[in-house]
């Protein structure tokens, strides 16, 4: 088996175990019936960058023409517009776009575009950075995937993922409530073993640890039991409603858990599952391998 092919059976397995246990992923705009308000929505481009966002920012010259893949609301690429000329953003979700253009028009920024559609499946922009933050792990042709984006990204590639990758950061919980362990989404060492065998080098660099920034804790009981049902819903990024049945079977199994699962403090209930580990930076010029 091939590194891209081994890719693909990864991404393989872990649909078909979402498609049994959560049934098919519903048509439409996953992301359509999210609250104005939601973190998902927001972004600030302003800021001042934290760690990982710098960690870009410096690979980012003031001539470049970004193409965001997948960029959302533009909470990372937003605030590499106030450093170059243009930022691309294509993304499938109507409502992420909205959001996008949105923050960009209320942070005065006007050097950015929206495409909306799949990657793959989108006229893709000409640019000289090809910009992909946590969008690869259930992109099961990364091969096409990673072409195209050296068509975009004329001087650079930049991806990142997390270790481990977020769809699967909950599966402990997952194993609780399904009593099977889940199936995970290639991470790193899968993206990069494609890219070797593309014959390309890319530079890899672990970002320092950025926990603090999703430090939880939950108030009451009630809201740590809910906070752990809604984190299992999402798992595999299974962002849809969940069946009556299996909410309560999920309700059930934390309540049961919940002393193995929670950690009381002064200030609340702290999950002791949830580690999201750290960001992965991997990047390289085209033509140069």
């Not at 993304?91 to 776009?97: L, R, V, W």
């Not at 559609?117 to 992909?132: E, F, K, N, R, S």
Request: aromatic residues 6%; hydrophobic residues 45%.
């Amino acid at each position: 088996m091939t590194a891209a092919e081994h890719y693909a059976a990864r991404v393989d397995a872990v649909l078909a175990q979402r498609a049994r246990l959560r049934g098919a992923e519903p048509s439409g705009d996953l992301f359509g019936d999210l609250e104005p308000d939601h973190p998902l929505l927001k972004a600030e481009p302003r800021r001042p960058l934290e760690g990982n966002v710098k960690a870009l920012a410096e690979l980012i010259e003031p001539s470049d023409a970004i193409v965001d893949v997948g960029g959302g609301a533009g909470r990372m690429s937003l605030p590499l517009a106030l450093r170059c000329r243009s930022v691309t953003n294509v993304d499938p979700s109507a409502n992420m776009g909205a959001a996008f253009l949105a923050n960009a028009k209320a942070a005065g920024i006007s050097n950015v575009s929206l495409v909306k559609g799949d990657w793959i499946h989108a006229d893709a922009p000409q640019g000289t950075v090809a910009l992909v933050n946590h969008v690869t792990y259930l992109t099961r042709d990364i091969v096409p995937f990673i072409q195209k984006l050296e068509r975009a990204g004329s001087r650079r590639i930049i991806l990142t993922v997390n270790a481990p990758p977020p769809p699967s950061w909950n599966r402990v919980l997952f194993k609780l409530v399904h009593g099977e362990a889940e199936e995970i989404v290639p991470g790193h060492a899968e993206l990069m073993n494609v890219l070797w065998e593309m014959g390309r080098l890319p530079n890899l660099t672990m970002l320092e640890p950025q926990n603090v920034r999703f430090a939880v804790s939950l108030p009451s009981r009630a809201a740590a039991v809910g906070f752990a049902v809604q984190r299992v819903a999402n798992e595999q990024w299974a962002h849809w409603p969940v069946d009556p049945a299996l909410a309560a079977r999920m309700r059930a199994a934390v309540e049961q858990h919940f002393d193995e699962l929670y950690t009381q403090g002064a200030e609340g209930f702290a999950p002791r599952w949830l580690a999201m580990g750290r960001e992965v930076l991997i990047t390289w010029q085209p033509g140069t391998n």
